[in-house]
């Protein structure tokens, strides 16, 4: 009975190098939802994606950020060119159906820019 | 501008004690709410929600939450905590219709005394 899959737990890249996010949803739960959760904030929302769409990225940063979820596989939170303000825990979820159906979250990744 | 404030980051309570923990958001529509739990090393858990209706709201765990429009507030209680309940507690709205562009509070951690 998996829950939401995030891989890795911890990540540290030095400034420039690439970051590459793990989520795997659970079982039968096509939609994926990226958040970011900076010290002492709350979540805020980057991305969701349905099997090979986009349907909302209104909260990505313009630039260096990308996500996918492809027709196999996990999804992937991709940061190109990382910078210590990247430095945060990175949170998946997922859901059966969108609109009002709840989210269930993965661990998260932490990922530490040096 | 919408935001979700909870007051509190900290919170100590002695196990057997009751807990009530506040969250006061400001949105411009009928807010939809939600309270969310992370144990240490956890996802987030969805503890209970708000739509409509009776605005005394029972949850897992023994939780409930009380929506008060008057004082845009919906706080989260439990007549007698357990050890297990130390964790950080999360309070968030959002529009309806939608579960995933949610307004989050920074969160509160929960101490729990011996």
């Known amino acids: 009975n998996a829950g939401v899959m995030q891989n890795p737990r911890h990540l540290v890249r030095r400034r420039g190098q690439e970051a590459r996010l793990r989520c795997s949803p659970m079982?039968?739960?096509?939609?994926v939802y990226w958040y970011r959760q900076l010290p002492e904030e709350g979540l805020k929302f980057m991305v969701y994606?349905?099997?090979?769409?986009?349907?909302?990225e209104s909260g990505m940063p313009k630039e260096r950020f990308s996500a996918e979820f492809p027709k196999e596989g996990p999804s992937i939170l991709r940061i190109q060119q990382v910078v210590r303000g990247d430095s945060a825990a990175y949170f998946c979820a997922s859901s059966p159906q969108g609109r009002n159906s709840p989210l269930h979250f993965g661990n998260g990744t932490r990922l530490t820019v040096t | 501008a919408q935001s979700v404030t909870q007051p509190d980051i900290h919170i100590t309570v002695s196990e057997g004690a009751s807990l009530e923990l506040r969250c006061n958001y400001s949105?411009?529509?009928?807010?939809?709410l939600f309270w969310y739990v992370q144990s240490p090393g956890q996802g987030l858990q969805l503890l209970l929600k708000y739509f409509s209706g009776d605005t005394l709201v029972q949850g897992i765990k023994g939780f409930e939450a009380e929506f008060k429009r008057s004082q845009s507030s919906f706080n989260l209680r439990k007549p007698s905590v357990h050890w297990s309940d130390a964790a950080e507690y999360f309070c968030?709205?959002?529009?309806?219709?939608?579960?995933?562009?949610?307004?989050w509070g920074a969160g509160t951690k929960l101490i729990i005394k011996p």
């Open positions: 949105y411009g529509a009928t807010p939809y």
């Open positions: 994606l349905q099997k090979e769409n986009i349907i909302d």
């Open positions: 968030a709205v959002g529009a309806s219709g939608s579960n995933y562009q949610l307004i």
């Open positions: 079982k039968g739960h096509s939609h």
